[in-house]
């Protein structure tokens, strides 16, 4: 989603040149994004529930908590947003078109709170490798570090709410009153509102998280290859393995995104909405395979979870 913040300006001149022929694909896309958020939904609500039974004083694990009710959150913005555009009756297109607006600039903000969480999460890995004594420490300011998250991510996303805010207008087709957004440029102007969409949101939603998350997992590279060669315990290896899995995939997903949007500052917002869709597709992805990982990686998170179903023990 790191790019769907264009979407409103170039989408429909790039859907007007080949329509027919583009829509068949859009919708598969839309539907393989919509049953993936599902079960991405389902994964992410009893990977959370486990977490919360693990945390007791581990940081890392309370953060992948986090981690997966913000994805609960997003994963179902997708899927209301999805489906309501694959659904042509009158009351899809109603609830299409009043919860669009809105569900647009929570989902930028809350992405933009996940992609800093992901790199919260790969940085705690970081100090627990290399200060494991001092690691505990970590559980004091972890408040205070998601609180400066939400701050920052309030404040990037202030421009894209005022520039993209719902207006009311009646229309006459559903008979009733709507919002839509209208793309003003809020108090940047559209000069200003180009460059908030284009370089800043390049560097502050790709460029810093891409270069964290590398850092990060060249650092639990070496460190797990060490762990290996030596004797360290069962657990710090699966979670450090656990981190690099879901650092990798975001790390992934914000290439593509860093990608559409260098391919719009240079072709000057002519790129596809295919792009979009993909980048979308692997956003979803990004978001429902947390639960993936944990039961790949996670020897004791697996202990947990059939002890989940067993009320008994």
Known sequence: MANISRTEIRYNDSN?????????????????STVIAICGVFGNILGAVVLHRMQKTNSGVRLLKYLSLVDVILLVLVFLSLTSQLCNSHVARAVCAIFDPFAYLFAMTLYTFEIYLT???????????ALPFKSGSFLRVI????????????????????????????????????????????FLGKDGF???IGPIVLVFRCVIPLTILITCNIILTISRRRQNSGNGQTWNKGFTALVMAI????????????VDLLLWEIDSGTTTA?????????????CS?????????????????????RPNN
């Open 119 to 129: 790199v919260l999460i790969a940085i705690q890995r970081c100090i627990a490798i």
């Open 143 to 186: 408040n205070k570090a998601l609180g400066a998250i939400a701050v920052f991510t309030v404040a990037f996303n202030v421009p894209l709410w005022l520039a993209f805010w719902p207006r009311p207008y009646w229309n006459p087709d559903l008979n009733m009153q709507l919002f839509n957004q209208d793309q003003h440029g809020g």
């Open 289 to 309: 395979t947390n639960f993936i990982f944990y039961c790949s990686f996670g020897k004791i998170f697996r202990q947990n979870f059939k002890l989940f179903f």
């Open 16 to 32: 007007d040149l080949n329509p027919n022929s583009q829509q068949s694909g859009h919708e598969t896309i839309a539907w393989m």
């Open 247 to 258: 650092t990798t995939m975001s790390v992934v997903t914000h290439v593509v995104s860093a």
């Open 194 to 196: 180009k460059v908030y």
């Open 274 to 286: 295919d792009f979009i869709q993909i980048s979308v597709l692997l956003i979803t992805i990004n």
